[in-house]
């Protein structure tokens, strides 16, 4: 089963904080900037959605033709996004888990995080994509 | 909410949907309007916009009601068919280029910021073409069968009065096979109204025929449907009028001719006159009488509860529906056609409660009949008449959406259909502020013909911008979209516009992806327009894309190189970002009063030059005071705070200095004596893909007058354009301009990918004046010339003293180029890299001064006094080793040492020296390597000029030498009383050759001081048999020390010790040559700084003895050349004559180890013999500690050598911190340790041990360490404890005798070595 996805983390004033790009489809030369458009684009929906609901998990919140985005906003605005033109509820769920992996490490990093830079752990990578790799 | 009527979709409606009239004329009739510039339908078109007809209208309910504005759309009978597609689309087209082409103009602009975009207006920024496209798009579904408001409700017949047989031509017109389809295949009621038009022409004359023609027409057609139309009145064709109603036609001729020339005022107010007696007299009522009729039929046929079971039951009861839907299934006398005629002229005559109604009910007929065209068309039409009642929004989105819907589901057929619904849909929304809805719709009506779909996507874009919040994120997204799509069909200029737009959002976004596909694209686009200089600003945007793949990089350097290329023109680009240029590695290097000898030295802090010029130099604030007393006019103030170079040529030279504290390296360039500044700038390649850079030079202004402005007017070389981005230049020639007041150096460097490379650069100023160094210039590739300013904030840099204020830091490229001053050159000769401890040399220093003034005044200061010191000058002709050797006539001039001249070490060099031009001055030094370890000597010499005229009184010269002292001879002295004679002393000397290879013989051992004599207890044979030490030998030798009673009485005891000399005992058994002196220079010297090196362990008073240990050292026999010998010294100060332990120990067990530590520590037994020489029992304890203090002394050294430390400092001192207060010890001769024995052990026996020892006798302690890797240790870190247990003799007799007391260990090496 052919699928792709994008998975980022915003921090907020929409800086990408996090970048990967998972799934078993061969890579496209055009998929990233592609992928960061939709997701950019649907920052907008986000903002509207996060206040209105008190849900922090939002599913198919936008799409573009077949990607799908889906969006999970901590409570300090941190935002994961997926992209992907299938929606695999598991692998939200493991996003769920991965989120608060993201608030530990970050609060792991605290002393040397930088609000607004990139997480360039290599662990927190291969996490990252082992997991894609399992739900994907 | 404002009338539906007065919104846009409202007034769009009012102009589409309205009644059409079917147009048929003979060639006369159009020959006759030609003379006018205008076709028919264009004479007539403006007299059929009724603002105000005011006509009563009475439609179903007897209510009637005025109708205000009315307009009738006007079509020959060629054109009331379905138009051709491909002839719209190259309609459609033609707008889309034509409006590109227009707003060319802008392109070259900036793109707008975002926040006055959403400011302004909506007419402001949304292209005002859209409607036009709109229109166009929507017209080219116009004349479907399955709506009926296209259907013309009228036909007017015109015949011109000169046609033969009008009244023939009025019926032929009408009866030929030229009528529309719709009209012929009964798609709609061929008989409709007519009306007849005799269209005379006055130019013609013959009015009264005319009018007789009128009368027969009247007779056939019946009087009221005809009518005369009298045109062109006017007799020349000038006629002006003051609102030309054809204005419109304008654009699109091209000739001049005045529309309507010909028409007189008369002749518009006849034309006035006809159309609206055709509109008001003929049309609606008609169609009023059309609307009751029907009404009346629908009404009976379909209305009411028994005609809806009839309906239904009929419906059901029908069979499939035919294959082909839209064949002619509803002709015009179907019921279906009628309630669709009935609600399209309710529509158009704006009953629009009766009209859906209508629709409402065919609408559900459709349905079930499954025609699908119709019902999306009836849906639609719903949902306009719900938006025009203004009522039920709901229902009205969900008609649009269903006709939208239902025509997307026809396929190709409806997909037309569909567009023209979705933009109604879409502007429906709109007008009720629904924005966000509007693009979605929008968004949905891009299909697959890309250049509607791009349309159609910046038009959502632009919903997206209004909608609130605004939506920027989808506006930029959505923009991107649509010029993706506008550049599919070769629209470049807006896919260019549209990018720009996005721009906007996009500017400064984190997102790198986005960032660099808008850059990149925008670029090339901008490329294929010729718009070259756009291009490149773009594409210079996105080439440090170290994030991108390796593909992607060598992409966007292709096509940039590419449109570099096509340019054909070097262009210099500010801010290229390729390479990288980092700023906080940029250095800047110069000279000014301080002169740097090497480039180690430059590097060095300068707070460490600055402890050791401290007593030297005058002082900064004095010395800006005399400056600006002896010299006011040369320095004007503010020149106090700009840096200051060292520049000129040769009869001119000239030197700055500077107040700043970069950390600043300093690299020779000397050029007859201009002193070059360097900057150190560190590029780095951040892509994946090796670049070649080439020309790297500094960009200066030199400005040679002393002015306020910096703006340098004729000095200038560079034109400083700092707000032009981008300019085309040639190079050579700027480059060689420079040349005559500066020189640059060009650097080439090819950087691999992800290096990062430090490149110096130098500038040598020629000619006194202001020099700036304003930015570094570079080619890339050799094609791109990028330019680089350096800003001073930009550049970081430390304050190095407190004293400076901030703002003088504030410009540290801002250079004063003055008249050159000698500069000395110094070197030391012959300093060896690596030395043995103890190695006593003879080494030259050597000064130069190149420049024709000579200097005075010479300090000179070294920063380890223990190492280097300066000789006399005498020294320099006499022979070495051999001066150190004692005279035959030795004379006793110089044993005092200055004391005080070697406490604070700074040599006056005599006052008479002067150092002139190239003639260099030659002075001695003598080196000592005191201590192992490495060393880092500074070396700093002081000097004033000669000619007091000069801008800079002082200069001084820094050199710097590392070396590393490597540990030789291991010497350590044991004095006890002897027991036997008063002031008689027996000393034990052990030595142990701690080198690997190096053998040495011992030559000499000396003792300090004239109050000593010294002698060997043995014949030198039996002290060194072997003459030489060879490397890990040890030897001990014992002697014997007399102190002398009186001064007078020496020559007694000379001779009655053994052998000859008072204080030196020969210890070869090479008599060739003489004993070294002792109290000359440079051995009383040396001993006078280590005396003071080591003077803080002994605080205690009591008779001390100092010794001096003089070898040699051994060249090996296989070396070819003989190597001269080497002396080396050992100064063991302060020992102690009378020992206070009472005890004595010796630590034995294996020397090597081998061991496998891959399978488990080492384990090292040894036995500790202890012995007891006193006459009491005596209690021990053996602590051993594991921390080492050793270690940390090694460490601290290094530390020390790497600049860590401030100044420049005692090593030794560190080394003692361990052995504080309570150290009583015998051993002053500390050893420090090579620092290949820093690996750590332990002890791992029992860390205290306490025994007692009886008098006199001996006791073994065992003793474990654990080693953890291999090396060499020191097994010192262990402590004696001894106490006297029981003290019989109650008064002390002697003062150095006391009760207890703390040793510290003997060291002990042991090696263990990895077993293979």
Same mark, same amino acid.
């Given at each position: 089963?052919?699928?792709?996805?994008?998975?980022?983390?915003?921090?907020?004033?929409?800086?990408?904080?996090?970048?990967?790009?998972?799934?078993?489809?061969?890579?496209?030369?055009?998929?990233?900037?592609?992928?960061?458009?939709?997701?950019?684009?649907?920052?907008?929906?986000?903002?509207?959605?996060?206040?209105?609901?008190?849900?922090?998990?939002?599913?198919?919140?936008?799409?573009?033709?077949?990607?799908?985005?889906?969006?999970?906003?901590?409570?300090?605005?941190?935002?994961?996004?997926?992209?992907?033109?299938?929606?695999?509820?598991?692998?939200?769920?493991?996003?769920?888990?991965?989120?608060?992996?993201?608030?530990?490490?970050?609060?792991?990093?605290?002393?040397?995080?930088?609000?607004?830079?990139?997480?360039?752990?290599?662990?927190?990578?291969?996490?990252?994509?082992?997991?894609?790799?399992?739900?994907? | 909410?404002?009338?539906?009527?007065?919104?846009?979709?409202?007034?769009?409606?009012?102009?589409?949907?309205?009644?059409?009239?079917?147009?048929?004329?003979?060639?006369?009739?159009?020959?006759?309007?030609?003379?006018?510039?205008?076709?028919?339908?264009?004479?007539?078109?403006?007299?059929?916009?009724?603002?105000?007809?005011?006509?009563?209208?009475?439609?179903?309910?007897?209510?009637?009601?005025?109708?205000?504005?009315?307009?009738?759309?006007?079509?020959?009978?060629?054109?009331?068919?379905?138009?051709?597609?491909?002839?719209?689309?190259?309609?459609?087209?033609?707008?889309?280029?034509?409006?590109?082409?227009?707003?060319?103009?802008?392109?070259?602009?900036?793109?707008?910021?975002?926040?006055?975009?959403?400011?302004?207006?909506?007419?402001?920024?949304?292209?005002?073409?859209?409607?036009?496209?709109?229109?166009?798009?929507?017209?080219?579904?116009?004349?479907?069968?399955?709506?009926?408001?296209?259907?013309?409700?009228?036909?007017?017949?015109?015949?011109?009065?000169?046609?033969?047989?009008?009244?023939?031509?009025?019926?032929?017109?009408?009866?030929?096979?030229?009528?529309?389809?719709?009209?012929?295949?009964?798609?709609?009621?061929?008989?409709?109204?007519?009306?007849?038009?005799?269209?005379?022409?006055?130019?013609?004359?013959?009015?009264?025929?005319?009018?007789?023609?009128?009368?027969?027409?009247?007779?056939?057609?019946?009087?009221?449907?005809?009518?005369?139309?009298?045109?062109?009145?006017?007799?020349?064709?000038?006629?002006?009028?003051?609102?030309?109603?054809?204005?419109?036609?304008?654009?699109?001729?091209?000739?001049?001719?005045?529309?309507?020339?010909?028409?007189?005022?008369?002749?518009?107010?006849?034309?006035? /006159?006809?159309?609206?007696?055709?509109?008001?007299?003929?049309?609606?009522?008609?169609?009023?009488?059309?609307?009751?009729?029907?009404?009346?039929?629908?009404?009976?046929?379909?209305?009411?509860?028994?005609?809806?079971?009839?309906?239904?039951?009929?419906?059901?009861?029908?069979?499939?529906?035919?294959?082909?839907?839209?064949?002619?299934?509803?002709?015009?006398?179907?019921?279906?056609?009628?309630?669709?005629?009935?609600?399209?002229?309710?529509?158009?005559?704006?009953?629009?409660?009766?009209?859906?109604?209508?629709?409402?009910?065919?609408?559900?007929?459709?349905?079930?009949?499954?025609?699908?065209?119709?019902?999306?068309?009836?849906?639609?039409?719903?949902?306009?008449?719900?938006?025009?009642?203004?009522?039920?929004?709901?229902?009205?989105?969900?008609?649009?959406?269903?006709?939208?819907?239902?025509?997307?589901?026809?396929?190709?057929?409806?997909?037309?259909?569909?567009?023209?619904?979705?933009?109604?849909?879409?502007?429906?929304?709109?007008?009720?502020?629904?924005?966000?809805?509007?693009?979605?719709?929008?968004?949905?009506?891009?299909?697959?013909?890309?250049?509607?779909?791009?349309?159609?996507?910046?038009?959502?874009?632009?919903?997206?911008?209004?909608?609130?919040?605004?939506?920027?994120?989808?506006?930029?997204?959505?923009?991107?979209?649509?010029?993706?799509?506008?550049?599919?069909?070769?629209?470049?200029?807006?896919?260019?516009?549209?990018?720009?737009?996005?721009?906007?959002?996009?500017?400064?976004?984190?997102?790198?992806?986005?960032?660099?596909?808008?850059?990149?694209?925008?670029?090339?686009?901008?490329?294929?327009?010729?718009?070259?200089?756009?291009?490149?600003?773009?594409?210079?945007?996105?080439?440090?894309?170290?994030?991108?793949?390796?593909?992607?990089?060598?992409?966007?350097?292709?096509?940039?190189?590419?449109?570099?290329?096509?340019?054909?023109?070097?262009?210099?680009?500010?801010?290229?970002?390729?390479?990288?240029?980092?700023?906080?590695?940029?250095?800047?290097?110069?000279?000014?009063?301080?002169?740097?000898?090497?480039?180690?030295?430059?590097?060095?802090?300068?707070?460490?030059?600055?402890?050791?010029?401290?007593?030297?130099?005058?002082?900064?604030?004095?010395?800006?005071?005399?400056?600006?007393?002896?010299?006011?006019?040369?320095?004007?103030?503010?020149?106090?705070?700009?840096?200051?170079?060292?520049?000129?040529?040769? =009869?001119?030279?000239?030197?700055?200095?500077?107040?700043?504290?970069?950390?600043?390296?300093?690299?020779? *360039?000397?050029?007859? !004596?201009?002193?070059?500044?360097?900057?150190?700038?560190?590029?780095?390649?951040? *892509?994946?893909?090796?670049?070649?850079?080439?020309?790297?030079?500094?960009?200066?202004?030199?400005?040679?007058?002393?002015?306020?402005?910096?703006?340098?007017?004729?000095?200038?070389?560079?034109?400083?354009?700092?707000?032009?981005?981008?300019?085309?230049?040639?190079?050579?020639?700027?480059?060689?301009?420079?040349?005559?007041?500066?020189?640059?150096?060009?650097?080439?460097?090819?950087?691999?990918?992800?290096?990062?490379?430090?490149?110096?650069?130098?500038?040598?100023?020629?000619?006194?004046?202001?020099?700036?160094?304003?930015?570094?210039?570079?080619?890339?590739?050799?094609?791109?010339?990028?330019?680089?300013?350096?800003?001073?904030?930009?550049?970081?840099?430390?304050?190095?003293?407190?004293?400076?204020?901030?703002?003088?830091?504030?410009?540290?490229?801002?250079?004063?180029?003055?008249?050159?001053?000698?500069?000395?050159?110094?070197?030391?000769?012959?300093?060896?890299?690596?030395?043995?401890? !103890?190695?006593?040399?003879?080494?030259?220093?050597?000064?130069?001064?190149?420049?024709?003034?000579?200097?005075?005044?010479?300090?000179?200061?070294?920063?380890?006094?223990?190492?280097?010191?300066?000789?006399?000058?005498?020294?320099?002709?006499?022979?070495?080793?051999?001066?150190?050797?004692?005279?035959?006539?030795?004379?006793?001039?110089?044993?005092?040492?200055?004391?005080?001249?070697?406490?604070?070490?700074?040599?006056?060099?005599?006052?008479?020296?002067?150092?002139?031009?190239?003639?260099?001055?030659?002075?001695?030094?003598?080196?000592?390597?005191?201590?192992?370890?490495?060393?880092?000597?500074?070396?700093?010499?002081?000097?004033?000029?000669?000619?007091?005229?000069?801008?800079?009184?002082?200069?001084?010269?820094?050199?710097?030498?590392?070396?590393?002292?490597?540990?030789?001879?291991?010497?350590?002295?044991?004095?006890?009383?002897?027991?036997?004679?008063?002031?008689?002393?027996?000393?034990?000397?052990?030595?142990?050759?701690?080198?690997?290879?190096?053998?040495?013989?011992?030559?000499?051992?000396?003792?300090?001081?004239?109050?000593?004599?010294?002698?060997?207890?043995?014949?030198?044979?039996?002290?060194?048999?072997?003459?030489?030490?060879?490397?890990?030998?040890?030897?001990?030798?014992?002697?014997?020390?007399?102190?002398?009673?009186?001064?007078?009485?020496?020559?007694?005891?000379?001779?009655?010790?053994?052998?000859?000399?008072?204080?030196?005992?020969?210890?070869?058994?090479?008599?060739?040559?003489?004993?070294?002196?002792?109290?000359?220079? =440079?051995?009383?010297?040396?001993?006078?700084?280590?005396?003071?090196?080591?003077?803080?362990?002994?605080?205690?008073?009591?008779?001390?003895?100092?010794?001096?240990?003089?070898?040699?050292?051994?060249?090996?026999?296989?070396?070819?050349?003989?190597?001269?010998?080497?002396?080396?010294?050992?100064?063991?100060?302060?020992?102690?004559?009378?020992?206070?332990?009472?005890?004595?120990?010796?630590?034995?067990?294996?020397?090597?180890?081998?061991?496998?530590?891959?399978?488990?520590?080492?384990?090292?037994?040894?036995?500790?013999?202890?012995?007891?020489?006193?006459?009491?029992?005596?209690?021990?304890?053996?602590?051993?500690?594991?921390?080492?203090?050793?270690?940390?002394?090694?460490?601290?050294?290094?530390?020390?050598?790497?600049?860590?430390?401030?100044?420049?400092?005692?090593?030794? /001192?560190?080394?003692?911190?361990?052995?504080?207060?309570?150290?009583?010890?015998?051993?002053?001769?500390?050893?420090?340790?090579?620092?290949?024995?820093?690996?750590?052990?332990?002890?791992?026996?029992?860390?205290?041990?306490?025994?007692?020892?009886?008098?006199?006798?001996?006791?073994?302690?065992?003793?474990?360490?654990?080693?953890?890797?291999?090396?060499?240790?020191?097994?010192?870190?262990?402590?004696?404890?001894?106490?006297?247990?029981?003290?019989?003799?109650?008064?002390?007799?002697?003062?150095?005798?006391?009760?207890?007391?703390?040793?510290?260990?003997?060291?002990?090496?042991?090696?263990?070595?990895?077993?293979?």
């Amino acid at each position: 089963m052919a699928s792709t996805a994008c998975f980022m983390i915003v921090s907020k004033n929409d800086i990408p904080i996090y970048e990967a790009e998972v799934g078993t489809v061969p890579k496209k030369e055009d998929a990233a900037h592609q992928h960061q458009f939709i997701l950019h684009a649907a920052l907008d929906i986000v903002q509207d959605m996060a206040w209105t609901t008190s849900a922090m998990f939002l599913k198919a919140i936008d799409r573009f033709n077949d990607l799908v985005v889906s969006v999970y906003v901590t409570a300090g605005h941190i935002l994961s996004f997926v992209s992907t033109d299938l929606m695999l509820s598991l692998f939200f769920l493991r996003i769920y888990t991965y989120e608060k992996r993201v608030n530990i490490l970050q609060t792991l990093l605290n002393p040397l995080y930088l609000p607004g830079s990139r997480i360039t752990s290599s662990h927190f990578d291969t996490k990252v994509r082992a997991l894609a790799r399992k739900y994907l | 909410m404002v009338d539906p009527a007065n919104t846009k979709l409202g007034r769009m409606l009012l102009d589409e949907i309205t009644p059409a009239v079917m147009v048929l004329r003979t060639p006369l009739v159009e020959e006759s309007c030609r003379k006018n510039g205008l076709s028919l339908i264009e004479m007539l078109t403006p007299f059929c916009n009724f603002i105000n007809i005011d006509v009563p209208v009475r439609t179903a309910n007897d209510q009637p009601y005025r109708l205000r504005k009315f307009k009738l759309r006007l079509f020959y009978s060629a054109e009331i068919r379905q138009p051709n597609i491909e002839v719209a689309k190259e309609r459609l087209k033609q707008v889309i280029t034509h409006a590109g082409d227009k707003d060319i103009t802008d392109l070259c602009s900036d793109a707008p910021e975002i926040e006055s975009l959403i400011a302004t207006s909506e007419q402001d920024f949304v292209p005002s073409w859209f409607p036009v496209f709109n229109k166009e798009l929507i017209d080219a579904v116009s004349f479907s069968e399955h709506e009926a408001f296209d259907h013309p409700v009228a036909c007017l017949v015109a015949v011109s009065s000169r046609d033969k047989d009008p009244i023939d031509k009025f019926v032929d017109l009408f009866n030929t096979n030229q009528l529309p389809s719709l009209l012929n295949d009964g798609a709609m009621d061929p008989k409709i109204l007519k009306y007849f038009l005799l269209v005379h022409d006055n130019q013609d004359g013959m009015l009264e025929k005319a009018t007789g023609i009128l009368t027969e027409m009247r007779n056939t057609f019946g009087a009221n449907d005809c009518r005369l139309l009298c045109i062109n009145s006017s007799t020349d064709d000038t006629e002006e009028h003051q609102e030309n109603p054809w204005a419109y036609y304008k654009n699109n001729a091209s000739n001049d001719q005045q529309f309507g020339c010909l028409l007189s005022v008369d002749d518009i107010e006849e034309l006035r /006159n006809t159309m609206q007696d055709f509109s008001s007299k003929h049309i609606i009522p008609q169609m009023e009488l059309k609307i009751r009729l029907l009404n009346q039929q629908v009404s009976a046929t379909r209305k009411g509860f028994r005609n809806q079971i009839k309906n239904l039951w009929w419906r059901k009861g029908k069979e499939d529906p035919p294959e082909n839907p839209n064949s002619q299934v509803y002709t015009f006398s179907s019921t279906e056609y009628q309630i669709r005629v009935l609600g399209d002229y309710a529509f158009m005559l704006r009953d629009y409660e009766l009209a859906l109604s209508n629709y409402r009910l065919i609408s559900t007929d459709y349905k079930l009949d499954k025609a699908w065209k119709h019902y999306a068309g009836v849906q639609e039409m719903m949902g306009l008449a719900y938006f025009m009642l203004d009522q039920s929004r709901k229902d009205a989105e969900y008609c649009m959406e269903n006709a939208f819907i239902t025509y997307s589901k026809l396929g190709s057929a409806g997909r037309r259909n569909a567009t023209r619904c979705g933009i109604w849909w879409a502007e429906m929304l709109k007008a009720r502020d629904q924005y966000k809805d509007a693009a979605g719709v929008y968004f949905r009506i891009s299909g697959e013909e890309p250049l509607h779909s791009a349309v159609m996507l910046e038009q959502a874009s632009y919903c997206y911008l209004l909608s609130t919040p605004n939506m920027l994120r989808k506006y930029g997204f959505h923009l991107v979209l649509s010029g993706d799509l506008y550049k599919e069909c070769d629209q470049i200029k807006h896919a260019i516009r549209t990018y720009r737009s996005a721009l906007s959002v996009f500017k400064g976004t984190t997102w790198s992806h986005i960032r660099d596909h808008v850059h990149f694209h925008i670029g090339k686009w901008y490329a294929l327009l010729g718009m070259f200089d756009e291009a490149i600003k773009h594409v210079l945007e996105v080439l440090a894309c170290g994030h991108q793949s390796e593909a992607t990089q060598e992409l966007f350097m292709r096509d940039f190189f590419r449109i570099i290329k096509e340019t054909g023109k070097t262009f210099e680009v500010l801010r290229l970002q390729l390479p990288i240029i980092n700023f906080p590695l940029t250095k800047v290097v110069f000279e000014d009063h301080r002169t740097y000898a090497s480039p180690a030295a430059a590097s060095i802090r300068e707070n460490v030059w600055q402890s050791l010029e401290e007593d030297m130099v005058p002082s900064l604030s004095a010395v800006k005071t005399n400056w600006l007393e002896s010299q006011p006019k040369v320095l004007p103030k503010k020149y106090k705070e700009s840096n200051v170079c060292v520049s000129g040529v040769s =009869p001119m030279r000239s030197m700055s200095w500077a107040f700043i504290g970069v950390r600043s390296r300093v690299v020779e *360039l000397r050029r007859e !004596g201009a002193e070059a500044i360097k900057v150190g700038v560190s590029f780095k390649n951040p *892509l994946q893909i090796p670049l070649s850079v080439s020309n790297i030079s500094l960009i200066c202004e030199h400005s040679v007058e002393f002015e306020e402005t910096e703006s340098d007017a004729n000095g200038s070389l560079i034109d400083n354009q700092n707000d032009k981005e981008l300019r085309t230049v040639s190079i050579s020639g700027d480059f060689s301009l420079e040349t005559s007041l500066f020189t640059l150096s060009e650097v080439g460097i090819s950087m691999r990918r992800g290096e990062t490379i430090l490149v110096q650069l130098t500038v040598t100023p020629k000619i006194e004046g202001i020099l700036r160094i304003v930015g570094v210039r570079w080619k890339l590739s050799g094609s791109v010339v990028g330019i680089c300013k350096f800003n001073s904030d930009i550049i970081r840099k430390r304050v190095a003293k407190g004293k400076r204020k901030p703002k003088q830091v504030k410009d540290n490229l801002h250079f004063l180029v003055i008249k050159s001053l000698p500069r000395l050159e110094g070197v030391i000769h012959d300093l060896p890299k690596t030395v043995y401890a !103890g190695d006593l040399r003879r080494l030259t220093l050597e000064l130069r001064n190149p420049s024709k003034i000579s200097v005075k005044n010479l300090k000179m200061r070294v920063s380890h006094p223990r190492f280097l010191n300066l000789a006399d000058q005498e020294v320099m002709d006499s022979e070495f080793p051999t001066c150190l050797r004692k005279q035959a006539n030795s004379s006793k001039s110089c044993t005092e040492v200055d004391v005080a001249r070697a406490a604070n070490s700074i040599f006056m060099f005599p006052e008479t020296t002067t150092i002139s031009w190239e003639k260099p001055l030659m002075w001695p030094l003598w080196f000592r390597a005191a201590a192992a370890g490495s060393i880092s000597l500074y070396i700093t010499i002081y000097y004033e000029m000669e000619d007091g005229s000069m801008v800079i009184t002082y200069r001084t010269l820094r050199m710097h030498y590392n070396l590393e002292v490597l540990p030789s001879l291991e010497v350590s002295f044991q004095t006890s009383p002897c027991p036997s004679r008063l002031q008689e002393f027996l000393v034990r000397m052990d030595v142990i050759n701690r080198t690997s290879a190096e053998t040495f013989q011992v030559h000499q051992l000396s003792c300090v001081g004239d109050q000593w004599d010294l002698a060997l207890l043995q014949p030198v044979e039996s002290v060194c048999p072997l003459e030489f030490l060879m490397a890990g030998q040890a030897l001990s030798c014992f002697f014997k020390l007399k102190k002398r009673k009186t001064q007078g009485s020496a020559e007694d005891n000379i001779s009655s010790l053994a052998t000859s000399g008072r204080a030196d005992v020969r210890l070869g058994d090479d008599d060739s040559r003489g004993l070294f002196d002792t109290t000359i220079s =440079p051995l009383l010297l040396f001993h006078h700084h280590e005396k003071v090196h080591q003077e803080r362990l002994e605080k205690e008073h009591g008779s001390t003895v100092d010794f001096i240990l003089l070898s040699e050292s051994r060249s090996d026999s296989d070396a070819g050349l003989p190597r001269t010998k080497e002396v080396f010294s050992y100064h063991a100060c302060h020992c102690r004559i009378a020992s206070t332990s009472p005890i004595w120990w010796l630590i034995n067990g294996p020397r090597s180890v081998r061991h496998d530590f891959s399978a488990s520590f080492c384990e090292i037994n040894l036995t500790m013999t202890l012995h007891n020489s006193s006459e009491v029992a005596v209690s021990v304890r053996v602590n051993t500690l594991d921390s080492t203090p050793l270690v940390s002394l090694v460490s601290s050294t290094a530390s020390s050598v790497s600049g860590n430390e401030l100044g420049w400092h005692d090593i030794s /001192n560190l080394s003692d911190l361990k052995v504080t207060s309570d150290v009583m010890g015998t051993r002053t001769g500390r050893v420090t340790l090579p620092p290949e024995s820093v690996s750590p052990f332990i002890w791992s026996g029992s860390s205290s041990t306490r025994l007692n020892l009886d008098p006199l006798s001996s006791a073994e302690v065992p003793l474990q360490i654990c080693v953890f890797s291999p090396g060499t240790f020191d097994l010192s870190n262990y402590t004696l404890q001894w106490n006297i247990v029981s003290s019989n003799d109650g008064g002390e007799e002697n003062g150095s005798r006391v009760s207890s007391g703390t040793c510290q260990g003997h060291s002990y090496h042991i090696t263990v070595l990895q077993k293979e």
